[in-house]
């Protein structure tokens, strides 16, 4: 099993920023990806952005790329998403995620981020 506990969230103005982080504790030794989701009312989750744990290949949504950098440090099994330029439609539950051996799936227990206008 595999724990994550978010922080970060919050009320933002449109424009403004906000950095999340996401620290793993358990059986994380075979953590081959992380990443962040994002859900907003009414609409289906979505994948944010990705990063492998070996080599730190990316992976971004269009509607994020150029604002939105995720990165992550091994040694502290955590993975931050620092968002930029916000804007109203990024406001949603947003949810890590990492991946163990290619195969399960976990999730933490969602940070809510809201941009005002």
């Known amino acids: 099993q595999v724990q994550l506990v978010e922080s970060g969230g919050g009320l933002v103005q449109a424009g403004g920023s906000l950095r999340l982080s996401c620290a793993a504790s358990?059986?994380?030794?075979?953590?081959?990806?992380m990443g962040w989701y994002r859900q907003a009312p009414g609409k289906q989750r979505e994948l944010v952005t990705s990063?492998?744990?070996?080599?730190?290949?990316?992976n971004y949504a269009d509607s994020v790329k150029g604002r939105f950098t995720i990165s992550r440090d091994n040694d502290k099994n955590t993975v931050y998403l620092q968002m930029n330029s916000l804007k109203p439609e990024d406001t949603a539950v947003y949810f890590c995620?990492?991946?163990?051996?290619?195969?399960?799936?976990?999730w933490g227990q969602g940070t809510q981020v809201t941009v005002s206008s």
């Open positions: 990063i492998t744990t070996n080599g730190g290949s990316t």
């Open positions: 995620n990492v991946r163990v051996n290619y195969f399960f799936n976990y």
């Open positions: 358990g059986s994380i030794k075979g953590i081959d990806a």
